[in-house]
C-alpha cells in the first residue's frame, strides 16, 4: 500500500540508519537485468561509507520533492 505523507518520514528514518550503520541497501525485485545496461544494480546489502544520500518522493497529483542530506 501507499504510507502517503509517512513514506517521507521513513526515507529520513533510513537514511539515518544508512548513515549510522554503513550498509547500503540493495535494490530489490529488480528481475533479470540487462546485461548490455552500464549501470550497477546492486542487489544485495553492502557495506561502505556515506556522507549524502538523495531522497526523491513523487505523490499524488503530481506534487514531487527532492532533499539531499550530508552527514555531518
Given amino acids: 500500500g501507499d504510507?502517503?505523507?509517512?513514506?517521507q518520514i521513513l526515507?529520513?528514518?533510513l537514511c539515518r540508519e544508512i548513515?549510522?550503520?554503513?550498509?547500503?541497501p540493495g535494490t530489490?525485485?529488480?528481475g533479470p537485468l540487462d546485461p548490455d545496461?552500464?549501470?550497477k544494480v546492486l542487489q544485495e546489502s553492502i557495506k561502505?561509507?556515506?556522507s549524502k544520500v538523495?531522497?526523491?518522493?513523487?505523490?499524488?497529483?503530481?506534487i514531487n520533492a527532492s532533499v539531499i542530506l550530508q552527514q555531518i
Fill in 28 to 30: 530489490f525485485n529488480t
Fill in 54 to 62: 538523495l531522497i526523491n518522493e513523487a505523490s499524488w497529483g503530481g
Fill in 11 to 13: 526515507a529520513l528514518v
Fill in 3 to 7: 504510507l502517503g505523507a509517512a513514506t
Fill in 37 to 39: 545496461c552500464p549501470l
Fill in 48 to 50: 561502505g561509507q556515506v
Fill in 19 to 24: 548513515f549510522e550503520q554503513g550498509l547500503i
